[in-house]
C-alpha cells in the first residue's frame, strides 16, 4: 500500500499596519510555522509559569501549615509549662508542710519514748546537744528562691526515708507499749474493795488482846457486809475454796510473774476454780468468815511465795 507524504504546511499570514496621514501601508509577513513555534513557545512559558505558581503556592501553604502547628505546639508547652511551675509551687508547700508534720511526728515520738522510759523531759536530742526552745517572737528570714524540681525531688526521697524510719520507731514503740500494757494487766494496782484500812502490812498489836502483837502479811479493808471484790488484775484462779488456816473463804488468783493475790474472809465467793478473771472483776463479796473480828477484806500481795506490802502496788 502506497503511503501519501504529507507536505509541508506553507501558508503564510500577513498583518498590514495602516497609518495615518498618508504613510505607506506596512506589510508584515508571517509564515504559519513560525506562529506555531511561537504558540507552542507561550505554551511552554505558560505551563511553566502556571507549575511554579502552583510549586510555589503549595510550599507556601506547606510551611503556614508547617507554622501554625509549631505555633499551636509552642502555645501548649507554654501553658504546660504555666501548669507544671503551679504544680512544683504546690508540691513545694506540700512538701513545706509535710516536714513540718514530721518534725512535730518526730518530737511527739521523743516525748512519748521519755514518758515510756520515765525518762526527765528535757529538751536533750539523741546527740546530747539542747534543743532550741520554742518562741513566741517569731523571727524568720532569708533569701526567695523558686524551688527545684531537684530539689523538690531531694527533698521527697528524704521526707520518705524519714517516714520509714519514724514508722519502725513507732511500731517498736507501739511493742513497747503494749509489753508495758501487758504487764500492767497482771500487775495488781487497784483497791479490790471499798472500805476503810483497818490493818496496815507488817507488824501490829493483835486484834485478839492480851496486849501482845503479830505480823500481818497484808492488809485489812473494813466495810459493809456483802460489799464487792474485784479482782486486782489479770489472771486465773488457782483457789476458791475454804481455807481452814484462819482465811476462811478465800480466793487466790495468780497473774504469772510469780505473783499471787488472795482474797481472804469473803461472806461468798463468787470466782470459780481454773477460770481467767480480769482486772477490775467481781470475785468475792465481803464477810467476816474464818478467824475475823469484823466484816473486812485480808488482801495479801504473795511474790516468789513471800508476802509484801500490798502498798507498793495499790495506786
Partial sequence: ??????????????????????????????????????????GIVFAVMVGSYCSTYF???QVTDVASAERSELEQLRSVNVRQAQQIENLA???????????KLNQLDGELRRLVNNEDPATVSRSGVNRPAATANGGQGGPTIKPQIQELDGLVRDLQAAAKERQQSLAGLKETLLAQKARQAVTPSIWPAAGEVTSRFGWRTSPWGGGGGDWH???????????????????YIRNSSWNGGGYGNLVEIDHGNGIVTLYGHNAQNVAVNGSQ???GDL???????????????????????????????LH
Fill in 1 to 42: 500500500m502506497i503511503q501519501k507524504v504529507k507536505k509541508p504546511d506553507t501558508r503564510e499570514y500577513t498583518l498590514m499596519v495602516v497609518p495615518h496621514h498618508g504613510k505607506s501601508v506596512v506589510k508584515v509577513t508571517v509564515p504559519i510555522q513560525q506562529i506555531k513555534a511561537a504558540a507552542i513557545a507561550l
Fill in 59 to 61: 510550599s507556601y501553604r
Fill in 93 to 103: 508547700q506540700a512538701t513545706a508542710v509535710l516536714q513540718d508534720d514530721m518534725t
Fill in 217 to 235: 502479811p497484808g492488809i485489812d479493808i473494813a466495810g459493809d457486809y456483802g460489799t464487792p471484790i474485784y479482782a486486782a488484775a489479770d489472771g
Fill in 277 to 279: 478473771v480480769k482486772k
Fill in 283 to 313: 470475785i468475792a463479796y465481803m464477810g467476816s468468815t474464818g478467824a475475823s473480828t469484823g466484816t473486812h477484806l485480808h488482801y495479801e500481795v504473795r511474790v516468789n511465795g513471800s508476802a509484801v506490802n500490798p502498798a507498793s502496788f
